[in-house]
């Protein structure tokens, strides 16, 4: 069945960086658009970033344009988000997600259960 | 751009059915027939419900469906059961300079 695993996230301070990873599994990853989508302490989700399967055609938020990029490894089955100048908003709980297949790749399908970044001094 | 529109809260009883209604503009709801529903049960992962304005996922419950009309998305749930009481996201496609937006939430509650 579809796995989606994030881990790396953690306490940081304001301006500091950290890396998330999400293990993906169950499914041929390279077929997969790929995306990350966060959810700040009892608010709703925000659409982050997008990766193509090849990795070719990437989009970003505007609230993470220039701070965040997103990557992928096909070879581990992994997708990542690097974010850098972290702030206090950017506190969420960070979400890998499957994009679904088909002509119209704007929804996701599967979840990963989410990791936690806590920005604060 | 800003959040898509949901009511904040919506109620029913077991049994009866219930609308949530999601309000976009002619630059995304209006414009695509890609708007997407998701629910999520405290402490969970979202769950995708619906995709593509109507189209249920397999394993999906055919007690949930969705419309749209103009710049109105709907998610109707019917036969309301205990366990449907969770937090319901719409999300639309914006086109390739917003890209995708998500609405604010509602938290149903099932009385």
């Known amino acids: 069945q579809v796995q989606l695993v994030e881990s790396g996230g953690g306490l940081v301070k304001p301006g500091g960086s950290l890396r998330l990873s999400c293990a993906a599994s169950?499914?041929?990853?390279?077929?997969?658009?790929m995306s990350w989508i966060r959810q700040a302490p009892g608010k709703g989700l925000e659409w982050l970033s997008y990766?193509?399967?090849?990795?070719?055609?990437?989009y970003y938020a505007d609230s993470v344009k220039g701070r965040f990029t997103i990557s992928r490894d096909n070879a581990k089955n992994s997708l990542y988000l690097q974010m850098n100048s972290l702030r206090a908003e950017d506190t969420a709980v960070y979400y890998c997600a499957r994009v679904g297949s088909g002509t119209w790749r704007y929804y996701f399908d599967y979840w990963g259960q989410g990791t936690l970044v806590t920005v604060s001094s | 751009q800003s959040a898509l529109t949901q009511p904040a809260s919506v109620s029913g009883s077991p049994g009866q059915s219930i609308t949530i209604s999601c309000t976009g503009t002619?630059?995304?709801?209006?414009?695509?027939?890609?708007v997407s529903w998701y629910q999520q049960h405290p402490g969970k992962a979202p769950k995708l419900m619906i995709y593509?304005?109507?189209k249920r996922p397999s394993g999906v419950s055919n007690r949930f469906s969705g419309s749209k009309s103009g710049n109105t998305a709907s998610l109707t749930i019917s036969g309301l059961q205990a366990e449907d009481e969770a937090d319901y996201y719409c999300?639309?496609?914006?086109?390739?300079?917003?890209?995708?937006?998500f609405g604010g939430g509602t938290k149903l509650t099932v009385l």
């Open positions: 999300c639309s496609y914006a086109g390739s300079s917003t890209f995708v937006l």
């Open positions: 002619s630059s995304d709801v209006g414009s695509y027939n890609l």
């Open positions: 169950g499914f041929t990853f390279s077929d997969y658009y």
């Open positions: 990766i193509s399967s090849s990795g070719g055609t990437i």
């Open positions: 593509e304005v109507s």
